[in-house]
């Protein structure tokens, strides 16, 4: 260890090296970076060692600081009374008045009245996220990351808009995190303090080190030899320095300088593109990439998504009568309506004012999560697409904040009475409505595959899930619109429902379909990609076809590349099929282990790159 003396000559020539460095590196930007990797032969302790980044990490830290410094005034409940405080002195437990433009500065269950929030600083998603309050059934573990996702407000995000119960009153949240132990705080956290990774070659290094140490002791050996017998008569001193500079020349004493310039000099020129390393001791780990994972939506193609139509279901005539009256007092299942079966009215989508579904266009209008901001509705691009095209309008009920919506005639008025806000586990929304005669339906929304689960099944056309697989392979994000006539039954009773028993025995009323178009750069990342040796993969949680018509179109993959399709069983085997492009209809080949689809695809002759 250095003694006092030592380290203050250390702090000492650290700041007056920094200084010279930053003034140099206006006028030759390498000098910064020598003259940072100079000051780690300062001394041998760890603490020098770490100097030589000292100013890099204190310019990185205070640029975070500053993201991270959200104080502002909130009210706060204290002693049954409202008063004003600064948000450095909230814990958890306070009661605070939400109110639109606020920052949230710790982590929040909304527990009266709703709000939209822009949480884009967290998740890089531009679009508004709609928070309700946590039910007073709810008998779940509550975590915020979890099902309580969608009633909690996290610290970074941005209130945009809030109101309690009625437009008049105020949205309360309560405070269940502050600091480190926020949502925010973890991630600035992890960027602060990262997980240690060791690279394949700080594993090696001590290794090459001894074969160097071995090699230079040769090399002093055979130095000392070669002079004793050359010149007999050489000092010993002489002969000792010189093995010394032998030694020297292969353990240089500037070798972790060496090791340092170049992970300095890219961080340096990261910088200067805008992108910030807090440790440029992984910079080269980034040349050990062979793999890239991409998200689909909002990431290879654009985030909006525009609705190109619907594709209607015709019913035989006692099912669309079943769909239209109140549910009659038998099983669903005891209704089996003729020999007739449900279809298609046609093979392409259609605009939905054309496609003559008016129980569909309803479907649109109200089966969605958007929210009343300003005059107009906000939340998801999908949905806001989706109900745009319906033509309808939202209108604040008088007596509370229930939305209705209203059709371009104003003779249909639909008011929400429940929503069941989407659900990952079922991939399904819902909704019930009272309608302008005051009975109660039920519309229900998700992806097709789920649909067609918790329909009846003679609602339901036999070439279901080829017209929905054909519209993914053309690009389109698939959804479908279900619904069931509740009848003459009381509001009470339907917030006495659970999830499972709305959506059950639902009739099928069409296909719906959006698409969007690929980002502009990215074709040649991918291109760029694979000129690296880097191979792009897409994570994806759409269908399986919409993913591979994007991947084919953006050249992640070849024309001529074999996709095959895996399908877990209940005994926990997966089972694969080639899925042929352009066709979804079974493959020719049968069904094969994965075993078997290994050996069939190493088998078949790779595509060319592109």
């Not at 009661?95 to 967290?122: I, N, Q, W, Y």
């Not at 209130?159 to 269940?176: D, E, L, R």
């Not at 039920?442 to 070439?463: T, W």
Request: charged fraction near 20%; hydrophobic fraction near 40%.
């Amino acid at each position: 260890m250095p003694t006092t003396v030592e380290a203050h000559r250390v702090r000492q020539a650290t700041s007056l090296g920094a200084v010279g460095c930053v003034g140099e590196s206006r006028r030759r930007p390498w000098a910064s970076v020598v003259g940072k990797a100079a000051l780690k032969e300062l001394g041998e302790d760890r603490e020098a060692w770490d100097l030589a980044g000292v100013e890099e990490d204190q310019r990185n830290q205070r640029i975070v600081s500053d993201i991270t410094d959200a104080m502002c005034p909130v009210t706060v409940l204290r002693g049954s009374q409202w008063q004003v405080i600064d948000s450095y002195y909230l814990v958890p437990g306070d009661k605070v008045e939400l109110r639109p433009g606020m920052t949230v500065v710790c982590d929040m269950a909304v527990t009266e009245g709703l709000c939209v929030c822009d949480e884009s600083s967290l998740s890089g998603e531009g679009m508004p996220v709609h928070k309700t309050a946590l039910p007073d059934d709810w008998t779940q573990q509550y975590t915020p990351q979890g099902p309580g996702a969608r009633y909690t407000l996290f610290a970074g995000s941005q209130v945009m808009h809030a109101h309690g119960s009625t437009p008049n009153k105020a949205a309360h949240a309560v405070v269940i995190a502050t600091g480190i132990s926020t949502n925010k705080g973890a991630m600035i956290s992890g960027i602060l303090y990262q997980h240690l990774m060791v690279f394949k070659y700080d594993e090696e290094l001590p290794v090459a080190l001894i074969l160097l140490g071995v090699y230079a002791a040769i090399c002093f050996a055979l130095a000392l030899h070669f002079q004793h017998s050359t010149w007999h008569e050489m000092p010993a001193i002489t002969a000792w320095a010189y093995g010394m500079f032998t030694i020297s020349q292969v353990l240089s004493p500037l070798l972790p300088v060496a090791l340092q310039v170049a992970q300095l000099s890219s961080a340096e020129d990261l910088n200067r593109k805008g992108i910030r390393c807090l440790s440029p001791r992984r910079i080269p780990i980034s040349g050990k990439i062979r793999v890239f994972c991409f998200d689909k939506t909002g990431t290879l193609t654009k985030p909006e998504l525009e609705l190109l139509g619907i594709l209607p279901v015709v019913h035989p005539p006692g099912l669309a009568e079943y769909a239209t009256e109140a549910a009659p007092t038998q099983g669903p299942d005891d209704l089996l309506f003729g020999a007739d079966e449900a279809y298609f009215a046609v093979d392409e989508l259609l605009v939905p004012q054309a496609a003559g579904s008016p129980l569909a266009i309803c479907g649109l209008a109200c089966c969605h999560a958007l929210s009343s901001f300003e005059g107009r509705l906000m939340g998801s691009q999908v949905e806001e697409n989706m109900f745009a095209a319906t033509g309808w309008e939202p209108r604040l009920a008088a007596e509370g904040a229930q939305l209705e919506f209203v059709s371009p005639s104003g003779k249909e008025v639909l008011q929400v009475v429940r929503r069941f806000e989407f659900d990952y586990v079922s991939q399904t929304m819902s909704v019930v409505v009272k309608d302008t005669t005051g009975r109660l339906q039920v519309f229900c929304k998700g992806s097709f595959e789920a649909i067609s689960r918790i329909c009846r099944p003679d609602s339901v056309p036999l070439n279901y899930d080829v017209q929905a697989r054909n519209l993914a392979a053309d690009g389109c994000y698939v959804l479908a619109v279900a619904h069931l006539h509740l009848g003459e039954m009381e509001e009470d009773q339907v917030h006495e429902m659970c999830r499972e028993d709305v959506e059950e025995h639902l009739v099928l009323l069409c296909l719906v379909g959006f698409q969007s178009q690929l980002q502009e750069d990215c074709i040649s990342t991918m291109q760029r990609l694979k000129v690296g040796d880097i191979r792009p993969v897409m994570i994806t949680g759409d269908n399986a076809q919409c993913g591979h018509c994007v991947a084919q179109a953006c050249g992640m993959v070849t024309e001529g590349a074999r996709m095959w399709l895996g399908e877990c069983m209940e005994d926990g085997e997966v089972i694969w099929a080639q899925m042929d492009w352009g066709a979804c209809e079974d493959s020719e080949e049968p069904p094969m282990t994965t075993e078997k689809a290994s050996s069939a695809h190493s088998s078949a002759p790779a595509p060319s790159r592109p």
